[in-house]
């Protein structure tokens, strides 16, 4: 036995249906597409959405609101976090290299520190923004808060 006697199981194919060749072929004439109508023409294409003259779901639903295309979204960070991750590792930086390699954010996201917590040890922070109560916090205790 080699590769070139390989065969499929018997029953495990079959020929494949040649539509448009003819009346001998057993599908001539409409070539499967019924007597008239949109669908048998030539070109024929439903559009995305298209439910058969019926109001479309992204038309019947309602649409509200407004969407800013400008909007920055930032992933919060409390200071109870950046409590305990100075209570594990003794650290004095945190920037967004730390941040992301102990798993609080991805590389590309932006970090707000919010002021959730007390933190009370002296690190300076870097981040993208802050809250007002996480900034008092971090320089009461000897702390720094860069913005990047």
Known sequence: MNLSNLKPAVGATRNEKRIGRGTGSGRGGTSTRGHKGQKSRSGYSKKSGFE???????????????????????????????????DKGSTTTMDVAYFVSNGLVSKNAKIKILGRGEITQAVEVHAHAFSKSAVEAIEKAGGKAVTL
């Open 52 to 86: 058969g003259g019926q109001m479309p779901l992204q038309r019947r639903v309602p649409k509200f609101g407004f969407t800013n295309i400008n909007r920055v979204e930032y992933k919060g960070i409390n200071l109870d976090a950046l409590q305990s991750l100075t």
